[in-house]
DNA sequence: ACCTGAACACCGTTCAAGT
DNA sequence: ACCTGAACACCGTTCAAGT
């Protein structure tokens, strides 16, 4: 017999592995060529294999991801002034969102649910516990204002045309602009 | 010879008939369901009829729809400070976004172009001319807060569920978040 | 339990053809 | 100029079958 290459055992699947290369494939290629069958792909394993780990197909896949880029924790030892973690949530969910681009989408569309939905809870405490009055409109004013940043960056960014050619220059002005407001919202929330 | 039913001279097709088919569908059903043989139907047509007047086929279809929700003019005549002028605009985009749930992720995610870029500057040139320095900025973080409090607003009502049941009852709290994050954006913005 | 293969109903888009 | 019909390559998902 002749030696074949290694075949190496088949590292099973798992949802991280699916989720992993469903984050590189919107990112990479958009989530328009996202696909059961390209996502199948790259995982080295038919399409229809996927569906054993998620049941609901690419419905719950998608949601999933939505989860995943929305679902943000903020360290609870956050001592300080209800300004400072209302600025260092906002910052980590910025964060988390422009770092996976190609499924914004689906985070500003989905209803957020799980771990997302906690996660709003804890803010909203956490900003009361800190001496914020009306913390539940704060919150979702604060919600809204960062979720709208990142889009309209990542529009600008030029990421949703066909040929994703992102310009990395313009990731400053966004920082930039994005604090500018968020520091103007936060003044106005004070009083 | 039978009678049969008046068959009427075919309405040509138009962009306008194609615009307004297409936001029918993607309201009532959802921008999944929005497909061109789908919408060819909704027009008595065959669906490559489309590509006559839409070259570019599906993608172009989804630019223009973008555009029709994020095109907002508000009258040129207004007198008054920047501030009311700001809320004038922030509540009339609200609206028009408001208008056709089914297309908001694409007016969030695609890079506006042509009308909606227009009048994005004359916002700018009017705050301006109201005497509020920093007008640019100030624009984009209003255009950020005005998308991510209908993000939220849509997300919340659910209308991203496969089926989609709308609670109406969501649409005060709605609008009085929006106005309470609006404040507190403006007077931040001033300072 | 986990994965495959074939099959079904449906996509977007092309192209030649009709009027 | 405007629309149709057939065709192509690709979808998501089912289901029975393999191991």
Redesign the interface.
């Known amino acids: 017999m002749i030696a074949m290459p290694a075949k190496r055992p088949p590292v099973p699947l798992s949802l991280e592995r699916i989720v992993d290369a469903a984050l590189h494939i919107a990112d990479g290629q958009g989530l328009r060529r996202l696909t059961m069958r390209r996502l199948g792909d790259a995982l080295q394993v038919e399409a229809m294999a996927i569906y054993h780990h998620l049941p609901r197909g690419k ?1 719950a896949l998608m949601d999933v991801l939505a989860e995943h880029v929305t679902a943000v924790q903020v360290a609870p030892d956050g001592l300080g002034t209800w300004q400072e973690r209302a600025r260092a949530w906002a910052r980590a969910s910025r964060t988390a969102l422009l770092e996976h681009p190609g499924v ?2 689906l985070a ?5 649910k799980g771990a997302a939905l906690i996660a709003v809870r804890e803010q909203v405490e956490q900003l009361q516990e800190a001496g914020l009055e ?1 913390a539940g ?2 919150v ?2 604060l ?7 990142v ?2 960056e ?3 960014s ?1 990421w ?3 040929d994703a050619t992102v310009q990395n220059a313009r990731t400053e002005d966004g920082e930039r ?1 994005f604090e ?2 968020l ?7 004070g ?1």
């Open positions: 419905e914004l989408s500003l569309t989905k209803p957020s009306g409109e704060a979702r004013a919600r809204a204002y960062v979720f709208g940043s889009a309209v990542v529009q600008r030029g949703a045309d066909p602009d500018h407001g520091d103007a919202l936060i003044r106005g929330l009083g």
